[in-house]
């Protein structure tokens, strides 16, 4: 696998070796070894998780504050554009984001750490998106921080407003948030 840091550096782009020909293809979507050596890191992962939505839909920004989770996601059907804002206060991109396209034609994986903020939109007429977690989804400690906060002022690719769940709609801005 391929792995480069993004404009964050714990934020890591994963692109795993795809074998293809005329058939179709092949490729190795997760190995806990070659994961730990290519990262540097030493995490496991102990959920799996697979939400399928509709175009324009936006999922995020979500975290949790304890039991945070480390999230390895990518997407088999469709297309996002995925986001990581690091939410550590003492870390010196705190309040930055990044933001990547994964489709299923990329197989681009997105590692984004715990102490981030993770949320997506789909591009696509829907989307398939499939996250691996470091920790258990614990909704007592969940959080979400409003998609459109102006002070991390995210560049969502949108040309209508997204489609949000209520818990989406009442997220709040990085500075009223609980953050790590």
């Not at 540097?40 to 175009?55: E, L, P």
Request: with cysteine.
């Amino acid at each position: 696998m391929k792995v480069t840091p993004t404009a964050i550096p714990d934020v890591l782009v994963i692109e795993p070796k795809v074998f293809g020909d005329a058939r179709g293809f092949f490729y190795e979507s997760f190995n806990q070894k070659a994961f730990n050596e290519a990262t540097g890191t030493n995490h496991q992962f102990v959920q799996d998780n697979h939400s399928r939505s509709a175009k324009g839909v936006l999922r995020g920004l979500h975290y949790q504050v304890q039991q945070p989770q480390g999230k390895l996601v990518r997407v088999v059907r469709g297309a996002v554009f995925d986001v990581a804002v690091d939410i550590r206060k003492g870390s010196p991109t705190f309040g930055q984001w990044v933001g990547l396209e994964l489709t299923e034609e990329n197989h681009k994986q997105l590692w984004v750490p715990p102490g981030f903020a993770h949320g997506f939109v789909v591009l696509s007429d829907s989307a398939d998106f499939l996250y691996k977690t470091t920790d258990y989804y614990a909704p007592q400690h969940e959080r979400c921080i409003a998609w459109n906060d102006p002070s991390i002022s995210i560049q969502w690719p949108l040309s209508a407003k997204p489609g949000l769940s209520t818990k989406d709609q009442q997220g709040l801005t990085l500075r009223e948030a609980e953050t790590f």
